[in-house]
Nanobody, 114 residues
Framework: QVQLVESGGGLVQPGGSLRLSCTVS????????MSWYRQTPGNERELVAS????????NYADFVQGRFTISRDNAKNTVFLQMNSLKPEDTAVYYC???????WGQGTQVTVSL
């Protein structure tokens, strides 16, 4: 069965860093594109970053360009989101998923605050 479990969120100060992990079962992350999304109350879920299957090309939303890095470890079947220079406006629940997949996991809460 397909399962995606996000972890690594927490409370950090502005300017700090976090590394989110998405452990996958039921399919191999090397076989498909993977994306990170985030959502805050009252707002739509927004795409943060994506990594393609072949070649590993990455794409980022403008608001994280230069600060966040998406990557994968095929041996561990895990996708990561390295988040640096965090800002209060990065506060959200972060989700990983296959693009256009209809269901979502629990996500992991990231809070950037003093």
């Amino acid at each position: 069965q397909v399962q995606l479990v996000e972890s690594g969120g927490g409370l950090v100060q502005p300017g700090g860093s976090l590394r989110l992990s998405c452990t996958v079962s039921g399919f191999t992350v090397s076989s498909t594109a993977m994306s990170w999304y985030r959502q805050t109350p009252g707002n739509e879920r927004e795409l943060v970053a994506s990594i393609l299957a072949i070649g590993g090309r990455t794409n980022y939303a403008d608001f994280v360009q230069g600060r966040f890095t998406i990557s994968r470890d095929n041996a561990k079947n895990t996708v990561f989101l390295q988040m640096n220079s965090l800002k209060p406006e990065d506060t959200a629940v972060y989700y990983c998923n296959v693009p256009f997949r209809r269901s979502w996991g629990q996500g992991t809460q990231v809070t950037v605050s003093l």
